[in-house]
């Protein structure tokens, strides 16, 4: 396992009777992008505000880069870049000048030659002297996500980074979480409601509900635990029904259409299923298990609700 760049142990933040953020512990490694996902009101956003430091915990401790973050603050903060919410900006000036003064601003010397590669890295080069006042709500998005990136941080957190995004944005900004993971190896916290989204870029994540975490691990294995749809595609569907309704496998079956049989089953059901089909002269031409992380995530909430 990597080094961890985020650790969080017992951590707890309570709003008078309200249990915000209740007893989580979670790890970030070194180049992960991590899904961090919970409903409204799980503690996301509280969470993210105390690894920022705009609010204190009651208790527990927060280490990032393998630094206590209340003794290193500073030290810490100066390597870490974030999108919290909507960002805002000075309208009246141009986005080239907003960067300009917010890098004066960070505590880092920003070279000019800086603030162009952001701008182009967001797509917003051919608009560097356009007034954001001008800019739409998801050009504003790129504009606060071009500032986090500014003093070249080790760790970026963002938070809805996507929003107000077209589809065509979504894909560019989500291309972007992946070129900065695999191409300059920065480790990202990714909260975001879009789980489509998150399912194409993390590669680990944490589900938190009501405060307390529910579930954390690699995406995949935790997508493909348990019991998944199974969708069958045959050459010869009145003789697989025939066959299959006769068998133990008619139990497993959860719906069918012309040539495509779903079944649910578990990972490891999968191979003796494909073997009954073979032996039983059945022209298999696809078996493709499928979990969506919306599925996964409802299950999970649903059930710590």
């Known amino acids: 396992m990597s080094e961890a760049v985020i650790e969080i142990k017992n951590l707890n933040k309570h709003f008078k009777d309200i249990k915000a953020v209740n007893d989580l512990s979670f790890n970030v490694y070194k180049g992960d992008v991590f899904g961090f996902l919970g409903p409204n009101g799980a503690g996301k956003s509280?969470?993210?505000?105390?690894?920022?430091?705009?609010?204190?915990?009651?208790?527990?401790?927060?280490?990032?880069?393998?630094?206590?973050?209340?003794k290193h603050r500073l030290e810490i903060l100066r390597n870490t870049g974030a999108i919290i919410e909507k960002p805002d900006f000075y309208g009246y000036l141009t986005a080239y000048k907003n960067l300009e003064i917010l890098g004066s601003i960070s505590g880092h010397e920003i070279p000019k030659r800086r603030i162009m590669e952001v701008l182009e890295l967001v797509g917003l080069e051919k608009?560097?002297?356009?007034?954001?006042?001008?800019?739409?709500?998801?050009?504003?998005?790129?504009?606060?996500?071009?500032?986090s990136l500014l003093h070249n941080p080790e760790l970026i957190i963002l938070d809805e980074p996507t929003t107000g995004l077209d589809p065509q944005g979504m894909k560019e900004i989500r291309d972007l979480i992946l070129m900065l993971s695999k191409e300059q190896h920065k480790t990202i916290l990714l909260s975001s409601h879009l789980l489509n989204e998150v399912e194409i870029t993390a590669n680990r994540m944490i589900i938190i509900n009501?405060?307390?975490?529910?579930?954390?691990?690699?995406?995949r294995e935790l997508l493909f635990a348990g019991k998944l749809n199974v969708k069958v595609d045959v050459g010869n569907p009145e003789d697989f029904n025939r066959i299959v309704t006769e068998s133990r496998w008619g139990s497993f079956l959860d719906s069918?259409?012309?040539?495509?049989?779903?079944?649910?089953?578990?990972?490891?059901?999968?191979?003796?299923?494909?073997?009954?089909?073979?032996?039983?002269?059945i022209e298999v031409l696809s078996i493709v298990p499928t979990r969506s992380l919306e599925e996964y995530f409802l299950s999970?909430?649903?059930?710590?609700a």
């Not at 105390?50 to 630094?67: E, R, V, Y």
């Not at 009501?210 to 995406?219: F, L, Y």
């Not at 649910?264 to 191979?271: A, Q, V």
């Not at 999970?300 to 710590?304: A, F, P, S, V, W």
């Open 127 to 147: 608009r560097f002297k356009s007034k954001v006042k001008t800019f739409s709500h998801g050009m504003k998005q790129r504009l606060g996500l071009a500032q």
């Open 300 to 304: 999970i909430t649903e059930k710590g």
């Open 256 to 281: 069918k259409s012309n040539s495509t049989f779903i079944f649910n089953l578990e990972t490891k059901e999968i191979p003796e299923l494909n073997r009954f089909m073979v032996s039983n002269n």
């Open 210 to 219: 009501k405060g307390n975490a529910k579930v954390e691990g690699d995406v």
């Open 46 to 70: 509280t969470t993210i505000r105390m690894l920022l430091t705009l609010i204190s915990p009651d208790s527990g401790s927060i280490k990032i880069f393998g630094k206590d973050l209340v």
